[in-house]
T-cell receptor
Framework: DGGITQSPKYLFRKEGQNVTLSCEQNLNHDAMYWYRQDPGQGLRLIYYSQIVNDFQKGDIAEGYSVSREKKESFPLTVTSAQKNPTAFYLC?????????????FGEGSRLTVL | EDQVTQSPEALRLQEGESSSLNCSYTVSGLRGLFWYRQDPGKGPEFLFTLYSAGEEKEKERLKATLTKKESFLHITAPKPEDSATYLCAVRHPQGGGADGLTFGKGTHLIIQP
């Protein structure tokens, strides 16, 4: 079955460490996204990518970095510059360009900073 | 001021007790309104897309409707498995990123047997 796989599901990090969250999709979708979800807030866009080797900052990109070397993969690195990284991170994809609201989400990665 | 507001924040119903969830928006130039369902600890699952006032979409016990300033998600005779958080998102020119999507905070729905 096609879908989006995120790993790890749970991750603990010490302050000052960088961590990378994996996102792989086999839906043959062009566009991929990273969102952050915090209690009591709506989903907020971190980065998105419309094609391989191209990506754009979302609303809260500071302290994060991404790469898109393959169509199937869109990893997110949470750097030590991110001041409040504890959150639930969601990767998503969509058909065609980003001009849609019909997103397919992975199951999420919960990052906790100790 | 939030551009997308969902109400109520939480709703507890008895099994079979029908009700509606609300998503109101203040953005202009709506290019689509989207409903998602999210189970605890999981990613959201797409449910419906609505584009114009008067449009309706149905799926099992759920029906989504759209007016010029709000959308309703009607739940008819709900079952415990309908318990989830329901998210609304609006696509508009002022939204975040190229996709222009703004998400509401969600309504946490609990259906008691």
């Amino acid at each position: 079955d096609g879908g989006i796989t995120q790993s790890p599901k749970y991750l603990f990090r010490k302050e000052g460490q960088n961590v990378t969250l994996s996102c792989e999709q086999n839906l043959n979708h062009d566009a991929m996204y990273w969102y952050r979800q915090d209690p009591g807030q709506g989903l907020r866009l971190i980065y998105y990518s419309q094609i391989v080797n191209d990506f754009q900052k979302g609303d809260i990109a500071e302290g994060y970095s991404v790469s898109r070397e393959k169509k199937e993969s869109f990893p997110l690195t949470v750097t030590s510059a991110q001041k409040n990284p504890t959150a639930f991170y969601l990767c998503a994809s969509s058909r065609g360009t980003v001009n849609t609201g019909e997103l397919f989400f992975g199951e999420g990665s919960r990052l906790t900073v100790l | 001021e939030d551009q997308v507001t969902q109400s109520p924040e939480a709703l507890r119903l008895q099994e079979g007790e029908s009700s509606s969830l609300n998503c109101s928006y203040t953005v202009s130039g709506l290019r689509g309104l989207f409903w998602y369902r999210q189970d605890p600890g999981k990613g959201p699952e797409f449910l419906f897309t609505l584009y114009s006032a008067g449009e309706e979409k149905e799926k099992e016990r759920l029906k989504a409707t759209l007016t010029k300033k709000e959308s309703f998600l009607h739940i008819t005779a709900p079952k415990p498995e309908d318990s989830a958080t329901y998210l609304c998102a609006v696509r508009h020119p002022q939204g975040g990123g190229a996709d222009g999507l703004t998400f509401g905070k969600g309504t946490h729905l609990i259906i008691q047997p």
